[in-house]
């Protein structure tokens, strides 16, 4: 199973990025899907996950300006992210609970997408 993400870039402050996360392999079914950030030098954080049903929690940082979303005909995650702030500026991950054809839930990591938010 492989995670693949995208969509990160330099941004201004109030600007808007759409992040996505693209899950594919040998996938039997996909529970929680979300994302993390880490900024330099602090630990990874969480951002926003989503159930399988499509209900979704986020950070208080970011609550009113992310939106997460996913398709899951394609297992795909998006992180709609609106008034963007200079503290917003990370290394963004991508994480699932995917279970396979064969054996149990695991947790997948995508390899992460820089967003700097900087004017």
């Known amino acids: 199973v492989q995670l693949q993400a995208s969509g990160g870039g330099l941004v201004q402050p109030g600007g808007s990025l759409r992040l996505s996360c693209a899950a594919s392999?040998?996938?039997?079914?996909?529970?929680?899907m979300g994302w993390y950030r880490q900024a330099p030098g602090k630990q990874r954080e969480l951002v926003a996950t989503?159930?399988?049903?499509?209900?979704?929690a986020y950070a208080d940082s970011v609550k009113g300006r992310f939106t997460l979303s996913r398709r899951n005909a394609t297992n795909v995650v998006y992180l709609q992210m609106n008034s963007l702030k200079p503290e917003d500026t990370a290394v963004y991950y991508c994480?699932?609970?995917?279970?396979?054809?064969?054996?149990?839930?695991?947790?997948?990591w995508g390899q992460g997408t820089l967003v700097t938010v900087s004017s």
């Open positions: 989503i159930t399988s049903a499509g209900s979704a």
């Open positions: 392999g040998s996938i039997f079914s996909i529970n929680n």
């Open positions: 994480n699932a609970v995917v279970t396979q054809v064969v054996g149990g839930p695991r947790l997948y």
